[in-house]
Every structure is written in C-alpha cells, then in structure tokens.
Nanobody
C-alpha cells in the first residue's frame, strides 16, 4: 500500500517562502508521477503542479507558475514543492498525490493522496 506523508506546511508572510515535502513509502517511487493539489477554506480543490516519473516533465497551474517549483529525489522517495513569492491566496491545505499515469495526477484522479499539510500566508 502506497502511503504519502506531507510536511513543511506552516505560516509564511506574503512574499516569503516555504518548502513542502512529501515522503512516499510502500511502492517503487520512480514508478509514480507525483503532484500537488490544494484546497482553500470554502473552495474546491485545485491543481497546483505535477511532475513525471523521471522528473523530466512538469505542468504548473497558471496561478503558481514562476513562483513555485516542484522537484523529486528518487533516491530519497520524496517530492518537494518550493514556494516563493507567496501570496495570501496561496493559503490552503496542500495535498500530495501519486499515480502511475501522469495525466491522472494532472486531473486530480490519482490513486494515492496524502492527508495534507496546511499553509497560511499572512500580509
């Protein structure tokens, strides 16, 4: 059973940075495309970014392009989300996802999800 555990969430000031991590266990990490979704209070879950199994391909939501960077370390079974130039509208619970198919992580249909880590950005 594949398990995903997010960490690194917390409080940041507008313009600041945070780095989220997602540790994966129970499967062969390099078999999975990885992604991040987020859900703000009172809003629907939205796509943030996804990365291919090799790390060679990424897709970002327009709202985070140029500010957020996804990366993965297949030796450490971990995917990262570096968030820079943060805005109050980035406030949300961030979820890590994993699936063997890239498009399923892109469209929120991934087989595996973490429990989320909260991020709050203040002015």
């Amino acid at each position: 059973q594949v398990q995903l555990v997010e960490s690194g969430g917390g409080l940041a000031q507008a313009g600041g940075s945070l780095r989220l991590s997602c540790a994966v266990s129970g499967g062969i990490f390099s078999d999975y495309a990885m992604g991040w979704f987020r859900q703000a209070p009172g809003k629907e879950r939205e796509f943030v970014v996804t990365i291919s199994r090799s790390g060679g391909s990424t897709t970002y939501a327009d709202s985070v392009k140029g500010r957020f960077t996804i990366s993965r370390d297949n030796a450490k079974n971990t995917v990262y989300l570096q968030m820079n130039k943060m805005k109050p509208e980035d406030t949300a619970v961030y979820y890590c996802t994993a699936d063997r198919t890239y498009s399923r992580t892109l469209y929120g249909a991934a087989d595996y999800w973490g429990k989320g880590t909260p991020v709050t950005v203040s002015l």
